[in-house]
């Protein structure tokens, strides 16, 4: 009894261990991916489990990035619907990036899966969607330090066509977020080859 007692309480303390070890995996992206990508090969259902939260978030800040920067964002406003609203263009961005987030997650993994599979690069679909999901990052981060400073310069000229949204500064943050696409497909890249390399021990945080 006692012993089945200390395997509970052990099972939950390594939970949050892990959870908390899998969000400053998911921070070391920009900087250690290499790390995080190590982390993957460990596909038990506990570690499955402590990544969840951290790759969630990062699906759908990737997700709603990726809806901001659709043509169709840039000229949303043109439609009476939305009231010339950005709080209700920023509602539909935040609902299609949950959508567009979470299909890319699971068909862009299956492709991904696909090619490593036609590359013999043995590794699992769950494994293929985590390298997805963590090199869309980049992504992520551009909806955090990228689009508030394009709103704070522009507004909602953004959204609309026309505008004052045109000239070198546009050009500018618009090669800014190809970089984090690049940036992406780079760490796919990485993340695959990294899965690839099974014979190294996974490292911790350090």
Same mark, same amino acid.
């Given at each position: 009894? =006692?012993?089945?007692?200390?395997?509970? =309480?052990?099972?939950? @303390?390594?939970?949050?261990?892990?959870?908390? @070890?899998?969000?400053?995996?998911?921070?070391?992206?920009?900087?250690?991916?290499?790390?995080?990508? /190590?982390?993957?090969?460990?596909?038990?259902?506990?570690?499955?489990?402590?990544?969840? @939260?951290?790759?969630? /978030?990062?699906?759908?800040?990737?997700?709603?990035?990726?809806?901001? %920067?659709?043509?169709?964002?840039?000229?949303?406003?043109?439609?009476?619907?939305?009231? =010339?609203?950005?709080?209700?263009?920023?509602?539909?961005?935040?609902?299609?990036?949950?959508?567009?987030?979470?299909?890319?997650?699971?068909?862009?993994?299956?492709?991904?899966? /696909?090619?490593?599979?036609?590359?013999?690069?043995?590794?699992?679909?769950?494994?293929?969607?985590?390298?997805?999901?963590? /090199?869309?990052?980049?992504?992520?981060?551009?909806?955090?330090?990228?689009?508030?400073?394009?709103?704070?310069?522009?507004?909602?000229?953004?959204?609309?066509?026309?505008?004052?949204?045109?000239?070198?500064?546009?050009?500018?943050?618009?090669?800014?977020?190809?970089?984090?696409?690049?940036?992406?497909?780079?760490?796919?890249?990485?993340?695959?080859?990294?899965?690839?390399?099974?014979?190294? %021990?996974?490292?911790?945080?350090?």
């Amino acid at each position: 009894m =006692n012993s089945t007692l200390k395997g509970v =309480n052990a099972a939950a @303390e390594t939970t949050p261990s892990l959870q908390k @070890e899998w969000w400053l995996r998911t921070f070391g992206i920009f900087h250690r991916p290499r790390m995080v990508f /190590a982390g993957l090969r460990d596909d038990s259902a506990e570690a499955v489990e402590a990544r969840q @939260e951290p790759l969630l /978030a990062t699906i759908t800040l990737a997700g709603i990035a990726a809806v901001l %920067s659709t043509s169709l964002a840039g000229r949303v406003l043109d439609d009476p619907v939305f009231s =010339n609203s950005v709080l209700a263009v920023l509602s539909w961005a935040f609902l299609g990036g949950l959508v567009y987030g979470t299909v890319v997650y699971w068909f862009g993994g299956l492709l991904v899966h /696909a090619l490593a599979s036609a590359l013999r690069a043995g590794s699992s679909y769950r494994q293929a969607r985590h390298v997805l999901g963590f /090199a869309s990052a980049p992504l992520a981060l551009s909806l955090l330090l990228v689009w508030p400073v394009r709103l704070a310069i522009y507004g909602d000229d953004v959204f609309r066509s026309g505008g004052s949204d045109t000239g070198t500064g546009d050009v500018l943050f618009d090669l800014l977020i190809l970089a984090t696409y690049v940036w992406t497909f780079g760490l796919v890249a990485l993340g695959r080859l990294e899965l690839r390399n099974r014979s190294s %021990s996974s490292p911790g945080i350090s």
